[in-house]
Nanobody, 119 residues
Framework: QVQLVESGGGLVQAGGSLRLSCAAS????????RGWFRQAPGKEREFVAA????????NYVDSVKGRFTISRDNAKNTVYLQMNSLKPEDTAVYYC????????????WGQGTQVTVSS
């Protein structure tokens, strides 16, 4: 089992920045990738960004490219999401996730952290 704990959410004005953190514990040695997803009220959960644990390659949803950066600290088993130039439409609960192999879904999830961007 893998446990994921997010932190760093909050309320920020449009144009501001936040950094989310996600610390992992448990059987993390087989981690293939870690990611961030978000779910806004009344909407489905959507992919935001992901990073391969080995090599560090990243990918992003188009709506956050150039504004958000995902990074990792292998020693701390932690992944970060730096969010700049935040917009009201970024308001959502942000979830950290992990997957243990190339194929298959993200199958470990954190409890989520609220990000609210005011206009």
């Amino acid at each position: 089992q893998v446990q994921l704990v997010e932190s760093g959410g909050g309320l920020v004005q449009a144009g501001g920045s936040l950094r989310l953190s996600c610390a992992a514990s448990g059987r993390t040695s087989s981690t293939y990738a870690r990611g961030w997803f978000r779910q806004a009220p009344g909407k489905e959960r959507e992919f935001v960004a992901a990073i391969r644990w080995s090599g560090g390659s990243t990918n992003y949803v188009d709506s956050v490219k150039g504004r958000f950066t995902i990074s990792r600290d292998n020693a701390k088993n932690t992944v970060y999401l730096q969010m700049n130039s935040l917009k009201p439409e970024d308001t959502a609960v942000y979830y950290c996730a992990a997957k243990m192999g190339l194929y298959g879904p993200f199958n470990y999830w954190g409890q989520g952290t609220q990000v609210t961007v005011s206009s």
